[in-house]
């Protein structure tokens, strides 16, 4: 074969590959914008992060006086170990709630002020402006509903509520086992929550990694996809025992805002997708309701105002990428518990 002939054959082949990678990259750039379009853009990270040390009641606790990000929000965390400002040692004739919750009361990626218990407090304003009234946020991140009564029997009688809402998510059923988690905390001390670790060496390396990937829509939404189409119920057995579960922290429950002389609410909180269609944690909900009316306890549902106010938007009122309620969500679940509780 002639030199002229080989030279003209790789320098198709070599316009070929370029034209492919160039096709490729641009199809890859238009999927990026698309996804970013159609669901919205992944939120980056910022440093530093929760970190949590040993409770040995509740596993970990947030530690006081730390400030931490949540995404681009930074968390003041006072001297109780929540978020939020500082509670008054003197109530004085404030009305105070004390909202029970792991992450969707925590307030996951939205600001302080952004918050359930900080919607609550403005809604309150605005429908009894000569009430003074306090929403207390005792919603820490992976809390199960053990660990949320654990949370109220320590820091019940310094916070002094007058009604304790229990803030119930269906996933409350997965529960983090307490003794191995304290035998951990007492190996390594305090822990970067993220990656139950603590955030320094081959971890921190990993992290950012994982940030770089994670600042791709086309990625994130991939990793979505495939968790959904992988992702299988637990057995049927597992849940009965978390109703067994339930049964006796609910039981609890009453016994100690009996003891504090609070007011219990049982609060549903829905899953975001509830909103447009019936899920299959609808009856999951249901059956936890059915339960703590049961117990005699109020019982808020969350979903209807939910619905009332987004089952016609566009898009659910959600993170993207993550699930947790944006400050509009946020915002309508304070609406129905502050309806309920000051009608």
Known sequence: ?????????????????????????????????????????PRSERRPLLEVRLNRARGFEMIPHQTHYTYEYPVQVNALGLRGPELPAEK???????????????????????TVPAHMERLAAERRPFQPFRAVNGGVRAYATHQELALLEELGPRVQADIVALCWYHNDFEERDIPSTIAKLERTGPITFDVSDPLEGWKLVQWQGEQ????????????????????????????????????????????????????????????????????????????????????????????????????????????????????????????????????
Request: net charge positive; aromatic share 6%.
């Open 92 to 114: 004085g004739g404030e009305l105070r709630v004390l909202c029970l919750g792991d992450s969707l009361i925590y307030g996951q990626g939205v600001a302080d002020d952004q």
């Open 212 to 343: 770089l990937l994670r600042s791709s829509a086309l990625l994130m939404h991939a990793a979505d996809v495939a968790r959904s189409w992988t992702a299988k119920p637990w057995p049927q057995e597992f849940y009965e025992a978390g109703f067994a579960r339930l049964d006796g922290y609910l039981d609890r429950f009453v016994a100690l805002t009996r003891e504090q002389k609070a007011r219990p609410v049982f609060v549903r909180i829905p899953h975001a997708s509830s909103i447009r269609s019936a899920t299959r944690y609808d009856e999951l909900d249901r059956r936890a309701m059915e339960l703590a009316k049961a117990k005699g306890l109020e019982v808020i549902d969350c979903l209807p105002q939910l619905q009332r106010d987004f089952a016609g938007a566009d898009r659910l009122p959600i993170i993207p990428y993550d699930g947790h309620f944006e400050s509009p969500g946020n915002e309508s679940i304070a609406r129905a518990i502050v309806t309920a509780l000051l009608p």
């Open 1 to 41: 074969m002639a030199e002229g002939t080989r030279t003209t054959r790789r320098a198709k082949l070599r316009r070929g590959c370029l034209a492919g990678t160039i096709s490729l990259l641009v199809a890859l750039l238009c999927g990026e914008l698309l996804v970013r379009a159609v669901v919205g853009s």
